[in-house]
């Protein structure tokens, strides 16, 4: 039997997923992100996909 997703719990993965997507692609093209005339470290996007990949598969195995 198929389960019904809720549309919040969808938007959450993908947004997770998304955001995730963003920091690898940043670490592979090595993007450099300025704040107030501060670069921000290459290894902050590695800790960013860590946990944003980590909190979108969490969030989509509770949703099953």
Known sequence: MREIVKPFTTIAVVAF???CLVHVLRIIF??????DHNVVPIWISGV???LSGLLAVMV???SR
């Open 17 to 19: 997923a998304v955001i």
């Open 48 to 50: 960013g996909a860590l």
């Open 30 to 35: 090595g993007w450099e992100v300025v704040i």
């Open 60 to 62: 989509w195995k509770e």
